[in-house]
């Protein structure tokens, strides 16, 4: 199973900008697809983006679609998450997340088998 790491969450004002990063731990870190979720106060988690194993292949929510872009260093065992034109309604705790190759697009909870401690992000208005 593999570690992850969390970094670089914080507070931004409305239209800023935060790029998140997951380092992750194990030497089979590019055999896994890796995806973002996050979760608001008293609402469920949920998914954000997720990337392939080789980065090729990138899915994201509607609600960042053309903000949000998740990129992975398989050489750094890192994945990232460039978060631009941010709003209030971004604010969450951000998770990284390990999953295996699945039939279609990984964007479930359950998809995923490991999870990050989280990086809170606030955005302000």
């Known amino acids: 199973q593999v570690q992850l790491v969390e970094s670089g969450g914080g507070l931004v004002q409305a239209g800023g900008s935060l790029r998140l990063s997951c380092a992750a731990s194990?030497?089979?870190?590019?055999?896994?697809?890796m995806g973002w979720f996050r979760q608001a106060p008293g609402k469920e988690r949920e998914f954000v983006a997720t990337i392939s194993r080789g980065g090729g292949s990138t899915y994201y929510a509607d609600s960042v679609k053309g903000r949000f872009t998740i990129s992975r260093d398989n050489a750094k065992n890192t994945v990232h998450l460039q978060m631009n034109s941010l709003k209030p309604e971004d604010t969450a705790v951000y998770y990284c997340?390990?999953?295996?190759?699945?039939?279609?697009?990984?964007?479930?909870?359950?998809?995923?088998?490991?999870w990050g401690q989280g990086t809170q992000v606030t955005v302000s208005s």
């Open positions: 194990g030497r089979t870190f590019s055999s896994y697809t």
């Open positions: 997340a390990a999953g295996p190759v699945i039939i279609g697009i990984p964007k479930d909870v359950t998809d995923f088998r490991s």
